[in-house]
């Protein structure tokens, strides 16, 4: 790992390889006030647009605030818990939104959420080539959120999401930062023809 | 659009440029019976491993199975609505689940489908850069899934997930296969500040 702004590598110890864009995300609590540039912003929007959805129905939206609309930042801020008061450094803000039922039948969509996901994570791997950090929160008040952005019914405040450049972490947050990046191994989550059973 | 097994093309009309792995993947209904290579099951699972999740909870799970073992691939093709027969061609079925509460204090997990899409989300992304097909469905027996599986409690089925190499479409699928890819545009999803204020 690296203690630069524009090149903190901590790269996933996969097991097997896989693609740079997934493999050097991770969710950092220092980031830069370094403003993000429009264009990025569009790249790792328009990125989410094209995830699949059940449907092709879509559900994900997107409120988002760059620091220099203080009054607007301000809204999505103030959702945040008190542990998440580092996301105030980053330039930009957004809460990701899904839609819950259908916009044709008024039916329960019941991947709203899932969908959603898919969506971020291609906005993750955009935002990892343009060198961007990305981290999300479920640590915010989430019927804050739904009166500070004006969400319309139907429609279900999911993740609180920091974005911007790596900045110069605190000492208190250099702990965290250096911590080594951990996930269960395959065989505990990837099975063969029934529950439980290793495809590995 | 080619068609030719190897070197299918429908790249997204992205209004900004994006990643290929991202770009390039689509969700055909015509699958080649080609099995597919154990190194690459392994590293798009591995992909999905490397998501970030709420509380690093990890929440995804898979039961695959190829078509080389009928009787654990049965047990998957068996939920599919007859609509998704075409599914039964490809080498690989798998079911995405999410775990809805969390493992330590089994309390509801408010982002499990959330962050099983995101899991899947580095998965597609990393069998499109394998050469690989994926195509998720809604269409299937989610009670019929979690008996056939026989999935734990508090384990919810998610999508049904066909993945393979690209086939040649009958007739009757080519009209479905020729389609143009849609999404809404950008300034209907991403908001500035406050609902329904475009960004951009």
Same mark, same amino acid.
């Given at each position: *790992?690296?203690? =630069? =702004?524009?090149?903190?590598?901590?790269?996933?110890?996969?097991?097997? !390889?896989?693609?740079?864009?997934?493999?050097?995300?991770?969710?950092?609590?220092?980031?830069?006030?370094?403003?993000?540039?429009?264009?990025? $912003?569009?790249?790792?929007?328009?990125?989410?647009?094209?995830? !699949?959805?059940?449907?092709?129905?879509?559900?994900?939206?997107?409120?988002?605030?760059?620091?220099?609309?203080?009054?607007?930042?301000?809204?999505?801020?103030?959702?945040?818990?008190?542990?998440?008061?580092?996301?105030?450094?980053?330039?930009?803000?957004?809460?990701?939104?899904?839609? &819950?039922?259908?916009?044709?039948?008024?039916?329960?969509?019941?991947?709203?959420? =899932?969908? &959603?996901?898919?969506?971020?994570?291609? $906005?993750?791997?955009?935002? &990892?080539?343009?060198?961007?950090?990305?981290?999300?929160?479920?640590?915010?008040?989430?019927?804050?959120?739904?009166?500070? $952005?004006?969400?319309?019914?139907?429609?279900?405040? @999911?993740? *609180?999401?920091?974005?911007?450049?790596?900045?110069?972490?605190? !000492?208190?947050?250099?702990?965290?930062?250096?911590?080594?990046? &951990?996930?269960?191994?395959?065989?505990?989550? @990837?099975?063969?023809?029934?529950?439980?059973?290793? $495809?590995?």
């Amino acid at each position: *790992m690296r203690w =630069h =702004h524009d090149c903190v590598k901590k790269t996933a110890p996969a097991q097997f !390889p896989i693609l740079p864009e997934l493999a050097d995300r991770w969710s950092p609590v220092a980031f830069s006030p370094r403003a993000v540039e429009s264009e990025k $912003l569009q790249r790792i929007f328009e990125a989410a647009r094209w995830a !699949p959805s059940s449907s092709n129905e879509q559900p994900w939206s997107f409120v988002a605030a760059t620091s220099d609309d203080p009054e607007a930042f301000e809204r999505l801020a103030d959702c945040l818990v008190p542990g998440n008061a580092w996301a105030r450094k980053a330039p930009v803000l957004a809460l990701s939104v899904a839609r &819950t039922v259908f916009a044709g039948t008024a039916t329960p969509n019941r991947h709203a959420f =899932h969908d &959603t996901g898919m969506a971020v994570g291609n $906005l993750l791997a955009q935002a &990892t080539a343009e060198g961007l950090m990305v981290h999300q929160m479920a640590g915010y008040d989430v019927e804050k959120a739904r009166r500070n $952005l004006s969400l319309p019914a139907n429609h279900e405040p @999911v993740a *609180m999401i920091a974005i911007g450049y790596y900045g110069e972490p605190t !000492p208190a947050q250099r702990e965290r930062e250096e911590r080594p990046r &951990t996930r269960k191994p395959i065989d505990q989550f @990837v099975f063969s023809g029934r529950w439980g059973k290793p $495809l590995w």
